[in-house]
């Protein structure tokens, strides 16, 4: 998980910088401003952000004392996430695995985040956003729509991969998106390797431009976990639906409609679900309401006239089916 605290309001540029200025720019404001040597990189939508580092990015404290497992915790755990996208189609898998039937081990004490780390992660975040909300493409220019910023210790061969959605991290910043909600649209890697030790350039990173598909199957992976394993409103038993109301909710917050199907793959349960893409119109706990239009009886007795309102059959509520199993 991120380690930033941000809020509040970005400074405003009086004239809009182009993306080249913008990229120029904020490498200037890292070096002067918080003598961050970082290298960036545009490929496509996508504006990159490389800083090898010499201290360390985590260190190990004693965990303090643990407040009480509320009452509705998750009865899950995740064992196994993934998805992928491929021929329009997102697929996701997962394996969950009963709580009761699971113990974690407390050895008193858990790894974290070193102080550095965390304040020259929120560096690189305060110069992305004093620059690049108010940058515009220009001419041949492609504007910025995703960041990823990857800060590596090159002593150790340890390193952090952020990845969000400039537009995201816009609503965050002016308080138009809750910290929960963003968190769970922020992707979060560590990793490490032996091709990173020394690596002052980069070179062992393979740059891309980030899809759109391609982050919303991390996203949702994201959302899984989250709800399954630190959410405060846990799923039920039936956690399949629960899955696909995840799906739902997370492709209509970007208003993407560029797939046809959605196929879950329950693994321990062995079942198997395909839904269409109008389908999911009745899942997601932002599902459009249906209509509940009046139909207004007007009656005139004396010359007087009198209002009878009714709903029509046709549009009474209905509740939504659960997934189908294929």
Known sequence: MAAFVLSG????????????EAQKKFEDKCLKDF????????????FWVYLP????????????NKAPEPKNSSKFAVNFADGT????????????????KSKEEDYGFASSYTDSYSKTQNNIFTAISDVFFNAKAKGDEQDIKFCVVIITDIKKGIETKSTFYLQDFMHYMTGALPYEEYMKRFLADQKGSLSMIGDETGSHI????????????????????FKFTRSDFPPGADYDTAI???VADALRYYHFENFTNVRLNNLRLDKKYLFDRTQLA????????KSQGRLIRIRFDNG?????????????????????NQ
């Open 35 to 46: 003598n961050l040597h970082v290298r960036t990189r545009q490929v496509g939508h996508s």
């Open 244 to 246: 696909i109301d995840l």
């Open 282 to 289: 009745n899942f997601g706990e932002e599902k459009p309401q």
């Open 53 to 64: 580092v010499k201290e360390p990015i985590f260190d190990y404290e004693v965990q303090k």
């Open 85 to 100: 996208f491929h021929n329009d189609i997102f697929s996701f898998e997962y394996d969950m695995i009963n709580k009761k």
């Open 304 to 324: 007087k006239a009198t209002f009878n309102e009714e709903i029509p059959s046709d549009q009474q509520p209905s509740t939504s089916d659960g997934p189908t």
């Open 9 to 20: 309001c970005s400074q405003k540029i009086e004239h809009p910088l182009t993306v080249t």
């Open 206 to 225: 393979k740059y891309s431009d980030i899809t759109m598909e391609d982050f919303l199957t991390k996203q949702i992976i994201n959302r899984i976990r």
